[in-house]
């Protein structure tokens, strides 16, 4: 078998199947933040395995996606929306490894605040990632911790 074409071929179906998963899990995280501030909790949930887990620093663990939708029906939740925020995602550092893969990236949550908006939550975020059959992403779990002094 000749090392030329047939090998660069290769190398290059390799390479550009670790980008088209980066750039799935990338949109995967940037769904994030629109599906979260238009309430959309089932779009939210849909983003994780069934039995995936949402930590979030300060409002517990949700797990499964029933338990991750409720935190987007929360009263909480709904209130954020109802004064208006911007759940906004920071470019991921993201690794993948087969089928599976990690990403490491900062989010701020924005809040209406009179004229304009103020960061009201700060976040570093770790996720995991499993590749579905059919070739798909979703998360298997998201620690979300805030950055700064800990809120009563």
Known sequence: MPAGPQRVTADFAKRLTRLEDIEAIRTLIASYGPLA???DAAGV???WEDDGEYDVGGYGAARGRAAIAALIASETHRQLMTEGCA???????IEVDGDEAFAEGYSMVLRCRGDGLAVWRASANHWWFARQTGGGWRTTRRVNRPIGPRRP
């Open 37 to 39: 501030d238009t309430g």
């Open 45 to 47: 949930a849909a983003l």
């Open 87 to 93: 759940h906004v995602l920071a470019p991921h550092r």
